[in-house]
């Protein structure tokens, strides 16, 4: 699940809106930008994330973050704006070629009015801005990692893993602080009609298939949905959270994920203010793509969650851990099979994947899928936005620390996150000799009930408490 396309483009006319009523246009004139000729630079606000491995530690990056294509104001020559409530003004935009030579993509570089502001290593995003009346104004920014070359960042994470703490403290039932991967291009869809690209945060796609104005860059001239891979890491409020992968057909997708909610599953004190995992106060999450042979080539066999909080590696809500692979996820979903389930979601993480941050809330269904009825405590009705406003109009999700890289890597903390030790040893065989795993074979780890020894002469190594390998 992610922001609707109707709430962003609701919140982005609104805000252009105001925009124009706030600005004189001459102020402005030095940033209008054809979307045939973007500006060259952007003061995207800047985002230290690091990359590791297992050899060499973890390696700081200086990257920065770019603010949705839709959020920036689109308008003509007369400071028109170029988009409607309903879709693009058609006298504008009646073809492509016509619409890059009539609109201007305005440069974004106030962040802080759409409830944005970075620190380091740190990324702030708040629901809402306030005004100078005191009221607050809809702001749902949604992010984009962006690489140093303008393009985005493209996270390969088959066979690794991604690390992040969030401070979800202050988003209350039917709030949604969202860290994601889609399949988005590289370059945002960059062409002779929108040279920007990525650096404007062009070409937003996921695996609801939104229909939206703009498709890969360009005008969406037949009205066509923008389908592409999404991998869930995070949606979460303080009282409920969940992840979920959401794989794609070239025209369609598995819009309702297998998801994993510990709460749904029944544990319902692991997760919330004092829980076992307990969002009054910041923790980590580690999400592991483990492959079958255990390479970052091989085919995609487990997504495993772990938690890192004061120190401490949590045990997960579930005693067998918690962990979606191809069987579970293909039990929980009807639909992920025809859509290839956890293999297609590899292949995507192994072409890369761009990271997407947002912050959102749901006038239509208040977010209950998320955290009410089996789903987490919140009522059905207190994740309406008029409530969120009016009581939490300072809701804001805080994300730091992120690293992805090699298993086992990009986190560290004390315990195994288990009260009881792995076995260490293979049980000595009585009878018949018990089967061998070859080289780079499975040999243990939760759910595995193959082959534990491995044939001559390599070694059963513990890579993860999901996998063991023959190494
Ligand atoms: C569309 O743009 C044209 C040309 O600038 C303008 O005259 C017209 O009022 C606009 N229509 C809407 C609905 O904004
Ligand atoms: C952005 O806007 C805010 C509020 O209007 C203002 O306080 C701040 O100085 C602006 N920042 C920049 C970099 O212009
Ligand atoms: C998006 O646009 C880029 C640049 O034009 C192109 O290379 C890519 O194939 C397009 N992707 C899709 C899915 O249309
Ligand atoms: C914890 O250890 C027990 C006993 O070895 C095992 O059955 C269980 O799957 C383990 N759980 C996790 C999360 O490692």
């Not at 070239?250 to 709460?263: E, K, S």
Request: proline share 6%; hydrophobic share 30%.
């Amino acid at each position: 699940m992610a922001p609707s396309f109707r709430s962003v483009l609701a919140t982005a006319v609104l805000a252009s809106c105001q925009f124009a009523n706030a600005q004189n246009p001459d102020d402005q004139a030095d940033r209008k930008l054809p979307l045939f000729n973007h500006r060259p630079h952007l003061e995207e606000p800047a985002l230290t994330v690091f990359t590791c491995t297992t050899a060499g530690g973890c390696v700081e990056k200086e990257r920065s973050v770019v603010i949705d294509w839709n959020y920036h104001w689109i308008h003509s020559q007369d400071w028109l704006s170029c988009t409607t409530d309903s879709g693009v003004n058609a006298t504008l935009c009646p073809d492509q070629a016509t619409c890059a030579s009539n609109c201007f993509i305005q440069g974004d570089s106030n962040y802080t009015n759409n409830g944005v502001t970075t620190s380091g290593d740190t990324l702030t995003m708040y629901q809402y801005t306030i005004n100078e009346d005191g009221e607050a104004q809809n702001a749902s920014p949604r992010l984009y990692l962006l690489g140093d070359d303008g393009d985005y960042e493209m996270l390969q994470l088959l066979g690794q893993e991604l690390t992040f703490t969030v401070d979800l403290s202050t988003l209350p039932c039917g709030e949604n602080g969202a860290l994601y991967l889609g399949e988005m291009d590289k370059t945002g869809g960059r062409s002779e009609y929108n040279t920007g690209g990525a650096s404007f945060g062009s070409g937003y796609c996921d695996a609801q298939c939104p229909v939206q104005n703009w498709k890969n860059g360009t005008l969406n001239t037949d009205g066509s949905g923008y389908c592409c891979n999404e991998m869930d890491i995070l949606e979460a409020n303080s009282r409920a959270h969940s992840f979920t992968p959401h794989p794609c057909s070239d025209t369609d997708c598995d819009r309702g994920g297998c998801g994993l909610n510990p709460y749904a599953k029944g544990y319902k004190d692991f997760y919330g203010p004092g829980g076992t995992v307990d969002t009054s106060k910041p923790f980590t999450v580690i999400t592991q793509f483990i492959t079958d042979d255990g390479t970052t080539t091989g085919t995609l066999a487990s997504i495993n969650r772990k938690y890192v909080q004061d120190g401490k590696i949590i045990a997960s809500a579930d005693p067998e851990g918690d962990f979606i692979t191809t069987e579970s996820c293909n039990a929980i979903d009807g639909s992920a099979a025809e859509f290839g389930s956890l293999p297609t979601i590899g292949k995507a993480l192994s072409r890369g994947m761009v990271l997407t941050f947002a912050i959102w809330n749901d006038a239509g269904q208040f977010m209950n899928w998320l955290d009410a009825g089996d789903n987490g405590p919140c009522s059905e009705t207190e994740g309406n936005p008029a409530l969120i406003a009016q009581n939490n109009p300072r809701t804001h999700v805080i994300f730091s620390n992120i690293r992805w890289g090699d298993i086992g890597s990009t986190f560290s903390g004390s315990g195994s996150g288990n009260t009881t030790t792995p076995p260490t040893s293979t049980p000595t065989s009585t009878s018949s000799p018990a089967p061998t795993q070859s080289q780079w074979g499975q040999c243990g780890g939760i759910g595995w009930s193959g082959p534990k020894a491995c044939a001559s002469p390599y070694e059963c190594t513990i890579v993860n408490d999901y996998y063991y390998q023959c190494l």
